[in-house]
């Protein structure tokens, strides 16, 4: 079975200080990986994915993660965070490769404090 | 410009009505999917379709219905609505290989009475 863990459904940091969003998965083979970023009252967008290569990803806003096989984890950073990151994040995994069914964490909502 | 639209955005209606949420992309997609998501639980997935007359259920099918008769078009049908199907729903598209992002709707927000 496949699943998504998103530890800790809020997270609160100051501005300026580092992110950290974090992201666990079950599978039984590789998956592909994502993060996606929710504004309020708007659809998801996503922020960046793994799919194959270089295990540390980059995407928008500054953020990046990595992805560690040996831990099935795809945790979210960035170095220092800004008001307008406040948001609900999303991680989601491809339940079979290739086959985009999606699967979402619970999702995080990030507050950032002035 | 690229986008999925989704209508209505809201929608207040009683148990029992029949109702349907419409869902239209203009990126030519092949892959299109229905979630809703709910405080606590992310988003689930109810119905997708890899093509045209080509669908097949998520994780929470029970008192949905889709079709997909056009490749732009993938509606949702609630033959008969109850409280239980008050959620967001989003609607979301994406091409071949399915390692590609998907695009969202904006929502519907969706409250049986």
């Known amino acids: 079975a496949q699943s998504v863990t998103q530890l800790g459904s809020h997270v609160s940091v100051s501005e300026g200080a580092l992110v950290l969003l974090r992201c666990n998965y079950s599978s039984s083979v590789p998956p592909y990986l994502f993060w996606y970023v929710q504004y309020p009252n708007q659809g998801l967008q996503l922020l960046l994915k793994?799919?194959?290569?270089?295990?540390l990803v980059k995407g928008i806003n500054g953020f990046e993660a990595e992805f560690k096989k040996s831990e099935t984890s795809f945790h979210l950073t960035k170095p220092s965070a800004h008001m307008s990151d406040a948001a609900e994040y999303f991680c989601a995994v491809d339940i079979i490769q290739g086959a985009q069914k999606l699967v979402f964490g619970q999702g995080t909502r990030l507050t950032i404090n002035p | 410009e690229a986008q999925v639209t989704q209508n209505p955005r809201y929608l207040i209606t009683v148990t029992g009505k029949k109702l349907t949420v419409t869902c239209s992309q203009n990126m030519n997609h092949e892959y299109m999917s229905w979630y809703r998501q709910d405080p606590g639980l992310g988003l689930r997935q109810i119905y997708y379709s890899m093509n045209v007359e080509v669908t097949d259920k998520g994780d929470v099918p029970e008192g949905y219905k889709v079709s997909r008769k056009e490749k732009r078009n993938f509606p949702l049908i609630l033959e008969s609505p109850s409280p239980n199907q008050t959620s967001l729903y989003f609607c979301a598209s994406a091409s071949l290989p399915l390692s590609s992002q998907a695009f969202f709707g904006q929502g519907t927000r969706l409250t049986v009475v």
């Open positions: 793994y799919t194959t290569g270089a295990t």
